[in-house]
């Protein structure tokens, strides 16, 4: 038998790579092939899928690279060597804005799906709360607790999707996956645009990496947990068009969770496939919810150090919650997401970009 | 010490909070389980919007419960009906009239009139909240009735407890049948609708309260109405040239003496021919296997040129089945049901976005699109007896 090695608190290469997928799953899984069907033909979406794909391992492997230059360095810590003090304080402040909008869009995001599907008549505002006072507890905890809670739920999730992928293909139709390569360069640029919204949440390497025990096994482990949700992702895509058709995708609002509706397990035994998708839906978001809110806060503590961890989250989760309630229709909702996709993708290149001149320029080493 | 016990007022409070409501809750035995929906035409009125009628079959749980109690001869099912304007209003307000809350998370079909799905676009309008609403499921299934759709589900039938399970369940046991065109999710209709391609759809006819499923209803795709029906022989026609069928009886004479054919499998494949756009060829080439099924001759079939030639004749009526839903198609319904236009758009794909807006409609390239059908049937078994008969 192995030995029992967590007492530490240090962060694990294994932690480390699920994280990451972890984090993005939750906004993706359910809206992706629609929004990959509204701007190309057929199924023509995967290319998207793949070339955002790379883009995010190649961003994630550079990421956690350059983390672990600087080994046992926080992100305030070695951007203020890169940069300087101020800009690092500012870097990081925008950072745990942006993880702020996040942990508040995913929390609403449950709230939005538990209304329409599962609990019509409970509030909104209840669901939610719930929700988000069971983050709250996890992210109170320990850091390196949540992390591996990660890998726990991760391949329950991973196994779910795949026996929902699995029920499925009974129903895929070869004709649907005709016409191929028809849609124009225009549009598979528009398809890639919308295929990066769904893998947004990379920017927690940064401060996550620093923790680790190795971090120089971090950038490989990394671009591999990158590339299994491309591959879920194309999985998942592939399987929906194959079902539905290409028109009828691009005109649902949650495509993943008509296909969990659609698996009938012949003998009428098991009809209600949908309520343990959701069950796992609801573990990816709070994956996601409770390490953005965590890596807030852990932003806001490398920066005001005289605060304990415990004190910045209970001063912030109430705004969370407060801006969780703001997008309260299905557009408005979709709106906000794709902002903060935007926000977050853009945002995190910028970071690279300019820290990477910056150690060209200074000869930081 | 009053710290905790701040903590612990604070806990306790919150625990109360959520106790208090179970908003969604709900007992089985509040529900009431929609299994059947049919929509008729109430009112026809011109210069106005169409006045339809639903009607939603109830199943009674008490009648359907297990038959040791005794007395079965409780009614297990009642049918509900309200006019008006839009689905969504008259399921309320059906509900409205019930003392429990109707739940459609177990509707099985769907059946339109014929006379409503004469009008253009009407089946869109009136399927749009089976498809939005979410308690829907995808796996409903749609068809269409010959007279009044509520007829279907006031249908006399001693085997099922309802008249939806009887229809939903013979529809299971006949899919890929020759005789009778698949059963259709809702989910699948909601394809056919947004695209532009003309489609099937099963159709129910009653005679003397018999339940007949051998026939089929054309929907135009450009303005998704209802052009025309295929009888029983197009809808073989249609099934052998389209479908992937394992079932049906193909009949035809063989020197002069009864045979049938047993299908055993069906495989259709179409390719085609765009070099000119305007006048498509199209390929359908059928593989059947079969066995010999009934013969009222007296040769011995153990006997490979015979078998040969049987096969032949066979294929030859397949074809002569599968011409007959072309020629309708093309000369009377004017309907690409055959497919291929679909196909085209998957292979030829700037070919079909030229020209998809004549296809069914304006130039009606369809219409001019020369078919060539092949059919290949084979005999692979004879059953376990040679002659019946000595010459």
């Known amino acids: 038998m192995r030995k029992f090695d967590y007492t530490d608190e240090a962060i694990g290469s294994r932690e480390i790579m699920i994280a990451g997928p972890a984090m993005i799953m939750g906004v993706g899984i359910l809206s992706l092939p629609n929004l990959l069907t509204k ?41 203020s060597i890169i940069a300087g003090k101020p800009i690092a304080i500012i870097v990081t402040l925008i950072y745990a804005f ?30 939610t709360l719930a929700f988000f006072l069971v983050v709250i507890y996890a992210v109170a905890g320990s850091r390196v607790g949540l992390l591996r809670l990660n890998v726990m739920f991760f391949p329950i999730i991973v196994f779910i999707v795949l026996v929902v992928m699995g029920f499925s293909l009974q129903f895929v139709k070869t004709d649907h ?3 191929m390569f028809q849609t124009d360069l225009k549009n598979y640029a528009q398809g890639v645009k919308s295929a990066l919204l769904s893998f947004v949440g990379i920017g927690i390497l940064w401060f996550y990496t620093p923790y680790m025990r190795h971090s120089d096994r971090a950038p490989g482990r990394v671009a591999f947990g990158i590339g299994l949700v491309t591959i879920l992702y194309l999985l998942v895509f592939i399987v929906t068009v194959g079902v539905f058709g290409h028109d009828v995708t691009a005109n649902m609002v949650y495509p993943s969770v008509e296909l969990a509706k659609a698996i009938e397990i012949p003998g009428e035994f098991f009809e209600r496939f949908e309520s343990l998708f959701f069950v796992i839906w609801t573990m990816v978001l709070f994956n996601s919810a409770s390490m953005a809110l965590d890596v807030m806060t852990l932003a806001l503590t490398t920066i005001f150090t005289k605060f304990r961890k415990q004190t910045v989250l209970y001063i912030v989760a109430p705004l969370v919650y407060v801006m969780a309630m703001v997008p309260n229709d299905i557009v408005m909702h979709r709106i906000y997401g794709t902002f903060i996709g935007n926000l977050a993708f853009i945002y995190t290149v910028f970071v690279l970009v300019l820290l990477f001149v910056l150690m060209k320029i200074r000869g930081v080493r | 010490m009053a710290k905790r016990l701040v903590s612990c007022l604070m806990v306790y409070g919150l625990v109360i909070f959520f106790m208090t409501g179970c908003w969604d809750e709900m007992n089985i035995e509040e529900r009431n389980f929609v299994v059947g929906s049919a929509l008729d035409v109430a009112d026809k009125k011109e210069r106005q919007d169409m006045t339809i009628s639903l009607t939603d079959q109830f199943v009674i749980p008490g009648g359907i419960g297990p038959p040791e109690g005794g007395e079965s001869a409780d009614k297990t099912y009642t049918n509900e009906t309200a006019k008006g304007k839009n689905p969504q209003v008259l399921s309320h307000y059906i509900a409205s009239g019930t003392s429990r809350k109707p739940s459609y998370q177990h509707l099985k079909i769907l059946v339109f009139s014929e006379e409503l799905a004469k009008q253009p676009n009407m089946i869109p309008k009136l399927s749009d909240m089976f498809m939005r609403d979410v308690d829907m499921r995808r796996g409903v299934k749609v068809f269409i009735a010959e007279d009044k759709a509520k007829d279907i589900l006031e249908m006399e039938q ?20 020759i005789e009778t065109i698949n059963s259709l999710r809702i989910g699948i209709l909601q394809e056919f609708l947004l695209r532009e391609n003309s489609y099937v759809l099963p159709r129910l006819t009653l005679e003397n309260e018999e339940l007949n499923t051998n026939s089929a209803a054309v929907f135009h ?14 809808t073989k026609g249609y099934n052998l040239a389209t479908q992937t069928t394992k079932e ?59 078998l040969k030639k049987i096969g032949n004749k066979a294929a030859d009526k397949m074809e002569k089945l599968i011409k007959e839903t072309i020629k309708k198609s093309q000369e009377e319904l004017h309907a690409d049901i055959l497919g291929v236009g679909g196909e085209m758009k998957r292979k030829h794909y700037n070919v079909w976005k030229k020209l998809h807006n004549d296809w069914e409609g304006g130039e009606n390239y369809f219409d001019n699109v020369t078919f060539h059908v092949k059919v290949d049937a084979k005999m692979i078994d004879v059953g376990s007896t040679d002659r019946t008969k000595q010459n």
């Open chain 2, 221 to 234: 795709g450009p303005d998704n109405k209802l052009v025309g029906s295929l009888n029983a022989r197009e």
């Open chain 1, 98 to 127: 942006i993880m702020f909008l996040f942990a508040s869009y995913t929390v609403s995001n449950l709230g939005n799906v538990a209304e329409k599907y599962i609990l019509y008549e409970t509030p909104f505002q209840v669901t």
């Open chain 2, 158 to 177: 001693d085997t099922e407890q309802t008249p939806t399970r009887f229809v939903n369940m013979l529809f299971e046991k006949n899919d890929g049948s």
């Open chain 1, 39 to 79: 701007e190309t033909i057929g199924v023509d979406g995967w290319i998207p899928i793949v070339v955002g794909g790379i883009l995010f391992i190649c961003l994630s492997w550079s990421i956690t690279k350059m983390v672990s230059l600087f080994p046992g360095k926080s992100f305030t810590e070695f951007t």
């Open chain 1, 177 to 179: 996956l005709q016409p």
């Open chain 2, 248 to 306: 049906g009886m193909v009949e035809m004479n063989v020197d002069d003496e009864r045979m049938v054919y047993k299908i055993a499998d069906t495989r259709s494949k179409m390719t085609l021919n765009v070099d000119d756009p305007h006048h498509v060829e199209a390929y359908i080439d059928v593989k059947a296997e079969g066995f010999l099924g009934e013969m009222f001759g007296s040769e011995s079939v153990i006997n490979a040129n015979y």
